[in-house]
Nanobody
Framework: HVQLVESGGGSVQVGGSLRLSCDASGSSISYYEMGWFRQGLGESREGVAVIDRSGLTKYTHAVQGRFTISRDNDKNTLSLQMNDLKPEDSGIYYC??????????????????WGRGTQVTVS
């Protein structure tokens, strides 16, 4: 099992930047596909960015060109650099990991491991 803890959230003005981190323990993240998901108030959870074991990344259209997902297997950390933030980026951001697959679509319900989330507020 892997345990995931997010950090780096906060309040930021429109156009600002934040860097989220997800520290993993209990297992090496090299065994997992990983991703970032978010959930706005009253909204369903959605995929933001995912990264496979080889480092191949995919982004939801709304964040392409503004967000960058990366992984450091040596430090056992997943990161999300968020630039040019917009109010619609607000929400709770969750780190996720699965030994099989982490994808942007509705299949997120089958992902095995989740962090507790970190709040991002853009105003």
């Amino acid at each position: 099992h892997v345990q995931l803890v997010e950090s780096g959230g906060g309040s930021v003005q429109v156009g600002g930047s934040l860097r989220l981190s997800c520290d993993a323990s209990g297992s090496s993240i090299s065994y997992y596909e990983m991703g970032w998901f978010r959930q706005g108030l009253g909204e369903s959870r959605e995929g933001v960015a995912v990264i496979d074991r080889s480092g191949l990344t995919k982004y939801t259209h709304a964040v392409q060109g503004r967000f960058t997902i990366s992984r450091d297997n040596d430090k056992n950390t997943l990161s999300l650099q968020m630039n040019d933030l917009k109010p619609e980026d607000s929400g709770i951001y969750y780190c996720a990991a699965d030994p099989e697959s982490v994808r942007l679509g509705l299949g997120w319900t089958s992902i095995l491991y989740w962090g507790r989330g970190t709040q991002v507020t853009v105003s």
